[in-house]
């Protein structure tokens, strides 16, 4: 390779270093505020502010749906299936895909009890994809 | 070594690389179009719908081979940007000029069918998370790439110019496929992976890997096709391009 070539060579490989350091040291420094959500730890933990509109997310654990008996109030338990869980509220229409053991992102805020009430809740889909019949079959956690 | 040498040399003349590549264009489109009928046929029609999510999950038949090669042509450019910065090989540039708006047009569907996924199993068409927003800046990237060439006019500043801008922008490659490891996104995390059993169920798998396939084929056939008219372009006053223009006239 000539001079001049690898000259270039150098070049380039110190613009790709160098621009992914910055990325890097960026995106590591705003992790916080990458993250789209609080998961249930940092709801329990405090880490998540109080009175603020943020976002949460976590599974909706089995069992703990509950319809209020006239209009459309709900409520359910948010967990992170290792013991951190927090209470959520809503008044409104459920997406589709809503459903016990369906992990799911609230929008809206905590109150100083630490119960989440929700102005917005969307169903977070996870990786797997399986057809009807091949229910409680396989890999199903 | 002489041999490999050679081809690569060859590769870089503008003249045997038209010459050479127009049997590779059919080839290319009649293999990805197959493959994309098949494929879509499967997965549209044969392949059973999803438990929870019916239908709508057909969309990733589009939306995972399109978003796919959207990184995969941005990742393409920016190698062929550092060909060009360190060898100053013409094509390489030829190569960028013709792939950025294939690949701002793959962004814009995985976007696009994205959208149109999350409406129904999300419950909202966008959220500003890690992946959604990295692909966005794809899709710029990609119109930077158009644009920065168009607003220079001399053409080897615009080439160099170019080829720094897509080598910069590979450091959003990895950022879009670990945005939903390292970050908590709506989005959901990858269901194939090289480490990993794929979490698709076998008969919704095949169809995705046929049309993938078939996408990777159909757009080399797209890019080279957009090179051979680039190529042209710019050798439009050689005698070589006279003698087949005029041939074309007759």
Redesign the interface.
């Known amino acids: 390779m000539s001079p001049l070539r690898k000259q270039r060579l150098a070049a380039v490989l110190f613009i790709l270093f160098g621009s992914g350091l910055t990325i890097g040291v960026v995106l590591f420094a705003l992790q916080e505020n990458v993250d789209l959500f609080y998961e249930p730890q940092k709801v329990v933990g405090g880490d998540a502010p109080i009175a603020k509109r943020i976002r949460a997310g976590g599974m909706v654990e089995k069992d703990s749906l509950v319809y209020e008996p006239e209009g459309l109030g709900v409520s359910f338990v948010l967990s992170d299936l290792r013991g951190s869980r927090f209470e959520v509220r809503y008044k409104g229409l459920l997406p589709g895909l809503f459903r016990e053991g369906q992990g799911v992102l609230v929008v809206g805020q905590l109150d100083t009890s630490r119960v989440f009430y929700a102005k917005e809740v969307l169903a977070k889909h996870d990786e797997n994809y399986m057809p009807p019949e091949l229910v409680g079959m396989g890999s199903e956690s | 070594m002489g041999s490999i040498k050679d081809a690569f040399h060859r590769m870089g003349s503008p003249r045997f690389f038209y010459l050479g590549s127009s049997l590779w264009v059919r080839g290319l489109y009649v293999g990805g179009i197959v493959s994309l009928v098949i494929g879509s046929f499967w997965g549209l029609v044969l392949a059973?719908?999803?438990?929870?999510?019916g239908d709508s999950?057909r969309i990733?038949y589009m939306h995972v081979p399109s978003a796919h090669l959207a990184e995969m042509v941005y990742f393409a450019c920016a190698v062929a940007g550092?060909v060009y910065?360190?060898?100053r090989m013409k094509m390489a540039d030829v190569f960028i000029a013709a792939a950025a708006p294939v690949g701002a047009i793959l962004t814009s569907l995985s976007l696009v069918s994205g959208i149109l996924w999350g409406m129904?199993?999300?419950?909202?068409g966008w959220?500003?998370?890690?992946r959604t927003t990295s692909v966005l800046v794809l899709l710029f990237l990609f119109f930077g790439l158009i644009a920065l060439r168009q607003a220079i006019p001399r053409l080897d500043r615009a080439a160099y110019s170019v080829a720094?801008l897509a080598?910069?922008g590979?450091?959003?490659i990895p950022?879009i496929k670990y945005s939903v490891v390292?970050?908590?996104?709506?989005h959901?995390?990858?269901?194939i992976t090289f480490v990993n059993e794929p979490?698709?169920?076998t008969?919704?798998l095949w169809p995705l890997l046929v049309n993938s396939i078939g996408l990777y084929i159909f757009v080399a056939g797209v890019i080279l096709a957009a090179m051979r008219v680039e190529v042209l372009k710019r050798e439009q006053a050689t005698e070589w391009v006279r003698t087949i223009t005029r041939s074309m006239q007759r």
């Open positions: 059973p719908p999803d438990k929870y999510q999950f990733m550092f910065v360190v060898w129904p199993t999300w419950g909202t959220v500003w998370d890690m720094i080598l910069v590979v450091v959003n950022i390292w970050f908590t996104t709506l959901q995390p990858a269901s979490t698709i169920e008969s919704m």
